[in-house]
């Protein structure tokens, strides 16, 4: 009996395995129908949502080729190669396509170094090229990442491959000074396998007849971005600097990479790094009209795409209100005579992403950030938009949950093609983390689960995008925006006399809209089809064609007008607030006077900040006055609303006043420290040894001021870098910022440091910025091991490499606005890494880890005494 329900448990797993993967195959070309789909025509890229995939880490599908015998092989281990394949791809196919992906771009496909001679690392990633004509192994065959792109295609899917054109892996080094009159000093070629696809065999200064080809720069490391001749000449992260200058190496590289496009039917390149190569190369790469090796774009052109989509990771610094970097993105467009490519990665607007959604910053930066773009871009519907990628921290693991929410809903409801980095669906928050059960940071589990939450709530949106041609080719149109703190962020998405209204609230407490401007005839009736929160939300237009919003804490509602008609409210009466004699306010206080008519009572917002409202009650005659606290704002522009209080309807708006604070910076506290002493508490530690680092953790001098309860803090350090364009102006150090406020309780342990705060204090705010990562957080839920609850908003960075002071900004509500800061206590300490993440502490040198201890010790490299605000 018990064979006989064995028997039938073994034919019904066998009939659901054979159903599901029946299922699985009508997804997949067959060997039949790979030259039918292999090639297919360029779709409307603005109609596209990608999805990019770190292959090694997605999907194992064929383990035969995961352990080429280099000792490359590491499963679970994130520095190592892990098993992901074209394959593995291939099988998930339903899994993208159900979310509503409709093309992949992966990492670049091509033969790479294994392992890096120096040991800093494995090429799991794909960026370290061997040969730019060849399938690395580990990812499979030829024919397997035919199968793949066909396969996509017989889903009318679309696939794009990462390209690298400046640099090989590294195969040669300098082991000491470099002599650019005599190349040949201190060179050296690694004893490892070396390329073998002409002419890169050619890369040994020392032989005469490679450097008469030059095929490659043969030059050093170079540290500082802000020199354009080493950035495009010299090696970075020691990896070979190819000369793209000379016309052998240019047409080789479009040779290989029309390979890709006529043996596999690629429809599309992400090119990395483009601004380390000259512009000339890329206006020949791509349009070049060599018989023998055209251009790709005029490749792809003969193979029947159209509309061959070029783009690139053009990374510039972006500051706000500044559109410097903006025009530096943009010049890799080229120009009507010698075109470039034809977009990039939006990196200017994932900073301000970040600063607006993550840190809490001012919406107006949004609205500064978007008619930039809109102005030097000629076609923002192609420019790629995303949230995070695979070179820094996920958005998730910087913000919290609503916000990481409310920057999907952003990207999903602007013109532009959403970018989704592979496991945003699943709220990965391991940078390259695996999906496959056995990979890195999923030892235990398969992440691909569609019927979660998370995966739903992308695939809603998703839909949304598709369903409404607005988001994707509308005008868009900024209708109000916050200009002194996070608040409410209000767009138009205007297509084909259609309207779609997006509203967002990036605050953490409730916030007032009035006199939103829709165009839109007296009573049409506004109705919310999706919000964050899940409650419906109706607005009436009013005789002036406005409506008013009241927008919960970090909401994010998509409004479109109904065909039935709203009821508008009559009011009868009328609030004034009296004409201000100085728009400059230099005081903590500030009394506000007018006249009310018609209501018995009124209240009085600042910055849309409801759940702050000042009740006041008008004198017999209607006169009213009130004094208003301005102790606990920022510095910057603000404005103060006059609503009409009715017992059953929505506040009626009246009037508002706008002015300029500027409250003066009290020096509360300076102390100095002592220079040299940036080698941990014991002093026993030492840099990471990689010789980008030079003493950038060394704290010399501490500068606190007040503005009202609002902070700033000046760290003047040993050294400040730039090397990696960081986007809060330094590198290469981690600073945290320990705030003890007077009456509060709060945690000893630093997290993640190893250590107690000293002089037995106990935090309550945590400031941690690092050059890609700034969060704040309240000691609520700290441990050793825990930051904290993330709060907002971070504090403004910014740096002064003359004076090597670091500045920053911490607003009062960042604080949960205290009365008064006297008495306050200060404790700042410097690492490397990001938020949360500091970097490892080892016994032995290497290049990105501390060294001199071990991993359990504190992780200070300096710090300061505790500083006493008087």
Request: hydrophobic share 35%; proline share 6%; net charge negative.
């Amino acid at each position: 009996m018990k064979t006989n329900r064995l028997l039938l448990t073994l034919m019904c797993s066998l009939a659901l395995f054979s159903c599901t993967s029946r299922e699985k195959q009508k997804f997949i070309a067959s060997q039949e129908e790979i030259e039918k789909y292999l090639h297919v025509p360029s779709p409307e890229w603005e109609d596209q949502i990608i999805y990019f995939i770190v292959t090694d880490r997605f999907m194992d599908g064929d383990t035969t080729n995961n352990d080429q015998g280099a000792g490359e092989y590491k499963p679970g281990d994130g520095g190592y190669w892990n098993g992901g394949d074209f394959r593995g791809i291939t099988q998930k196919i339903d899994y993208i396509k159900e979310l509503g992906a409709t093309g992949i771009w992966i990492t670049p496909p091509v033969a790479n170094q294994w392992i890096n001679p120096q040991k800093s690392g494995t090429g799991n990633h794909g960026y370290w090229a061997s040969s730019f004509i060849d399938v690395d192994k580990h990812y499979g065959s030829l024919d397997d990442y035919k199968q793949l792109s066909a396969s996509l295609h017989k889903n009318d899917m679309y696939l794009i491959q990462d390209v690298v054109v400046n640099h090989l892996g590294d195969f040669y080094t300098y082991t000491g000074p470099y002599n650019p009159n005599d190349v040949t000093e201190n060179f050296k070629v690694h004893d490892v396998p070396q390329p073998t696809q002409y002419p890169f065999m050619h890369n040994d200064a020392n032989n005469p007849e490679d450097r008469e080809m030059a095929i490659f720069h043969f030059t050093p490391n170079f540290q500082d971005h802000s020199d354009t001749i080493k950035k495009r000449m010299y090696q970075f992260a020691d990896l070979d600097d190819l000369n793209t200058a000379n016309p052998v190496v240019r047409k080789v590289l479009r040779s290989s990479y029309n390979h890709w496009i006529g043996e596999v039917g690629v429809d599309g390149f992400r090119f990395d790094t483009p601004h380390m190569v000259e512009h000339e190369f890329w206006h020949n790469f791509i349009h070049s009209e060599d018989a023998e090796a055209p251009g790709v774009e005029k490749f792809a052109i003969e193979k029947g795409k159209q509309h061959f989509l070029t783009f690139g990771e053009t990374v510039y610094p972006t500051f706000p209100y500044d559109d410097s970097g903006d025009k530096k993105v943009a010049r890799y467009l080229g120009s009507k005579n010698k075109p470039e490519m034809q977009s990039v990665l939006n990196f200017p607007l994932v900073a301000t992403i970040n600063r607006v959604f993550q840190e809490q910053r001012p919406t107006s930066l949004m609205t500064y950030r978007l008619e930039s773009l809109e102005r030097l871009f000629p076609h923002p519907e192609w420019m790629l938009n995303f949230i995070d990628n695979h070179d820094g921290a996920r958005f998730l693991t910087q913000a919290s949950h609503s916000s990481f929410r409310q920057a999907l809903l952003f990207i999903m409801t602007i013109p532009g093609i959403p970018v989704l980095y592979y496991g945003t669906e699943q709220e990965l928050t391991g940078t390259r983390q695996a999906m496959f059960k056995g990979g890195a940071g999923s030892l235990e589990e398969d992440r691909f689960i569609t019927d979660n939450e998370s995966f739903r709530f992308l695939q809603d949106l998703i839909r949304i995008r598709k369903e409404n041609d607005a988001f994707r080719r509308g005008e868009l149109k900024v209708l109000r925006d916050a200009t002194g703190g996070p608040g409410v962020f209000i767009y138009e998405l205007y297509h084909q006399d259609e309207s779609v209204f997006v509203m967002l609230n990036t605050s953490e407490s409730e916030k007032w809209a009035d006199n939103i401007p829709t165009g839109l005839e007296q009573g049409t009736l506004l109705k919310s089809f999706f919000s964050l929160s899940g409650e419906e939300i109706e607005l009436t237009v009013d005789k002036e064609g406005n409506v008013n919003a009241l927008l919960g804490a970090r909401e994010g509602v998509i409004l479109i007008p109904a065909e039935e008609t709203g009821s508008v409210v009559p009011v009868s009466g009328t609030i004034k607030i009296d004409p201000m004699a100085d728009h400059v306010i230099s005081a903590e206080n500030l009394t506000v006077s007018g006249m009310a008519e018609g209501f018995d009572r009124l209240g009085l917002i600042i910055d849309g900040d409801y759940s702050s409202i000042l009740e006041v009650v008008p004198g017999g005659s209607g006169n009213w006055s009130a004094e208003i606290p301005l102790h606990n704002l920022s510095n910057g522009t603000h404005r103060i609303t006059a609503l009409g209080l009715l017992d059953t309807e929505i506040p009626s708006v009246a009037d508002f006043i706008e002015f300029e604070l500027e409250l003066p910076a009290v020096l509360g506290a300076s102390i100095k420290d002592i220079k040299g002493d940036d080698n941990g508490p014991e002093g026993k530690y030492n840099y990471p040894a990689h010789p980008s680092y030079q003493r950038q953790m060394d704290i010399e001098l501490v500068k606190v001021y007040t503005t009202g309860t609002n902070l700033r803090v000046d760290v003047t350090m040993g050294q400040i870098s730039r090397i990696w364009l960081p986007p809060n102006t330094f590198d290469h150090a981690l600073i945290n910022i320990f705030i003890d406020l007077p009456g509060r309780e709060g945690v000893q342990a630093l997290p993640f440091q190893n250590a107690d705060m000293p002089d037995g204090g106990a935090w309550d705010y945590l400031v941690s910025t690092a050059g890609f990562g700034n969060a704040i957080y309240s000691s609520e839920g700290a441990s050793a091991t825990n930051t904290g609850k993330a709060t907002g908003p971070a504090a403004m960075v910014s740096s002064d490499l003359d004076s090597r002071t670091i500045t920053f900004m911490i607003a009062s509500e960042a604080l949960g606005n205290p009365l008064e800061l006297r008495g306050s206590k200060i404790y700042i300490t410097t690492w490397d890494g990001s938020p949360g993440n500091p970097r490892e502490l080892k016994p032995e040198a290497e290049n990105w880890a501390f060294s001199g201890g071990i991993n359990s010790e504190p992780k200070i490299m300096d710090d300061t005494e505790l500083i006493i605000l008087e």
